[in-house]
Structures are given as structure tokens and as C-alpha cells.
């Protein structure tokens, strides 16, 4: 009896199986999805990072982005870079999904860089050799490298800062003084721009040194239209800086 009762239950049981295991969800599956780059524009590049700022992150990539909306100029293509393509978490705790992964993806021509301060660029960013090295090789080729904030730091420690007049975050003044001797560093400055390179205080002073590059690549009209949009008060003749002769 007992062994009929298992040949009849064992068919059923089998059924039972297959039957649960048809109806399990499949695991999801994520489609990565490109930024699309029209190649007749620049192509601007945010390098990003577990601990980046929102503020020197976002409004610069606010001014940027904004010239798409602006015809008759040769506007720019905003995406991000960081070495993986896991979500980061900036300092704020907002997760961003990075758009291309330095350190194993072919990268598109980067005709600027945005370096955004973070966390960690006074320690432990600063021996990443492999983020250092990626740095050094966009500015073979890049038209401006840009920084806001402690983004300073970065551009400082890769040596393409060496000769260059150069600036970072108000507090951090004397350490980057300290820790980079040889800089020609100034204080008292929303934004210096010496060469291809333009470095800023950063925090909400951000969107002055973007603006000023879209005034610089575009002229006053323009910059001042995507001010007018951001509801930005600009005036770039009162804005403290130096410049470069």
C-alpha cells in the first residue's frame, strides 16, 4: 500500500516542482543605456566619485547642459565618468548612475573636464594613480580642464598645474599652499582661469566659473540668457577673479 500511495504522490510531487520553479520570476535584467553625444558639439565630462559634492557637481552640469536649449553656438554634450559603473554616493547622499567607466570603457574625445570636489580629495583620492593617470591623459588632448572646489587638489597632484595660476576652496587655501608649494595659488578669488585651465571656489560659486567659460566660448548675450533661465544674477565684471594675461 504504501509503496502504490509513493508511486502515485511522486508523479504529482515532480508536477508540483516544475511547476513552482516555471512560475519564479526571472531575474531582472538591466539594460545599460548610452548617453546619446552629437558629435558636432563638445563633449563635457564630469569625473565623479563615492563622496563628490552636489553643489560643484551639479551647477556647473546645469550651465553646461543648459546650452542645448541655445541655437546658433556649438553647444555641449554633459555625461559623467568614474572608475566603475555601480552607482556612487556623493558626500549628500544622492546616487548617481555614472555614464562611462574610465578604467575599462572605450571614452569618448573629452573637449573639457569637470573635476567636482569630493570627500576625499585632500587624502586618499590623491593616491589613486589609476584616477590620476586618467586625468593626465584627458588633458593631452582636452580644450579646458576645469575644477570647483577641492577638484583643485586633483589637478594639482597630476602636475598639470605646475606653472599655472590656480586656485580652490577658501578654507583650503593654506593647505593647498602647503601641500603644493611650487603653485602659483591665489586667494581672495571666485575663479581663476590661466591657460586651458580653470579652477574655482566652488560650492555655489560654481555656477559663476561654468558661466563664465559659456561667456567665454559664446559670448555675453548667451551666458547671459542661461543665467536669466537658472535665475542667476551674473555680471561677470563684478565677479572677483583672476585672469590670466
Known amino acids: 500500500m504504501k509503496k502504490y500511495v509513493f508511486l502515485v504522490l511522486m508523479p504529482l510531487l515532480l508536477l508540483s516542482c516544475q511547476e513552482s520553479?516555471?512560475?519564479?520570476?526571472?531575474?531582472?535584467?538591466?539594460?545599460?543605456?548610452?548617453?546619446?553625444?552629437?558629435?558636432?558639439?563638445?563633449?563635457?565630462?564630469?569625473?565623479?566619485?563615492?563622496?563628490?559634492?552636489?553643489?560643484?557637481?551639479?551647477?556647473?552640469?546645469?550651465?553646461?547642459?543648459?546650452?542645448?536649449?541655445?541655437?546658433?553656438?556649438?553647444?555641449?554634450?554633459?555625461?559623467?565618468?568614474a572608475n566603475t559603473l555601480e552607482p556612487i554616493t556623493t558626500f549628500e547622499g544622492v546616487r548617481v548612475l555614472?555614464?562611462?567607466?574610465?578604467?575599462?570603457?572605450?571614452m569618448?574625445?573629452?573637449?573639457?573636464?569637470?573635476?567636482?570636489?569630493?570627500?576625499?580629495?585632500?587624502?586618499?583620492?590623491?593616491?589613486?594613480?589609476?584616477?590620476?593617470?586618467?586625468?593626465?591623459?584627458?588633458?593631452?588632448?582636452?580644450?579646458?580642464?576645469?575644477?570647483?572646489?577641492?577638484?583643485?587638489?586633483?589637478?594639482?597632484?597630476?602636475?598639470?598645474?605646475?606653472?599655472?595660476?590656480?586656485?580652490?576652496?577658501?578654507?583650503?587655501?593654506e593647505t593647498y599652499k602647503n601641500m603644493f608649494p611650487d603653485l602659483d595659488v591665489k586667494d581672495s578669488v571666485l575663479f581663476v582661469h590661466d591657460g586651458k585651465y580653470i579652477t574655482s571656489a566652488g560650492g555655489a560659486k560654481s555656477f559663476e566659473a561654468a558661466l563664465y567659460l559659456c561667456e567665454l566660448l559664446y559670448g555675453k548675450e548667451i551666458a547671459d540668457s542661461i543665467a536669466k533661465g537658472l535665475v542667476i544674477d551674473w555680471n561677470l565684471s563684478e565677479v572677483p577673479r583672476f585672469i590670466a594675461q
Not at 53 to 68: G, K, M, R, S, V
Request: charged share 25%.
Open 98 to 106: 555614472p555614464d562611462f567607466d574610465y578604467t575599462s570603457d572605450e
Open 108 to 173: 569618448p574625445r573629452i573637449d573639457i573636464l569637470v573635476v567636482p570636489s569630493a570627500e576625499h580629495h585632500l587624502d586618499t583620492d590623491l593616491n589613486d594613480t589609476q584616477m590620476l593617470e586618467f586625468v593626465k591623459k584627458v588633458d593631452v588632448q582636452a580644450k579646458f580642464m576645469t575644477s570647483h572646489c577641492d577638484g583643485a587638489f586633483v589637478l594639482a597632484k597630476t602636475g598639470i598645474l605646475d606653472h599655472m595660476a590656480s586656485t580652490t576652496f577658501p578654507s583650503d587655501i
Open 21 to 81: 520553479k516555471e512560475i519564479k520570476p526571472e531575474e531582472p535584467l538591466v539594460e545599460r543605456i548610452l548617453p546619446k553625444l552629437d558629435p558636432t558639439r563638445y563633449n563635457v565630462a564630469f569625473l565623479i566619485m563615492n563622496g563628490t559634492y552636489n553643489t560643484e557637481f551639479t551647477a556647473p552640469y546645469d550651465i553646461f547642459q543648459h546650452t542645448q536649449y541655445r541655437k546658433g553656438i556649438k553647444a555641449m554634450n554633459t555625461f559623467t565618468v
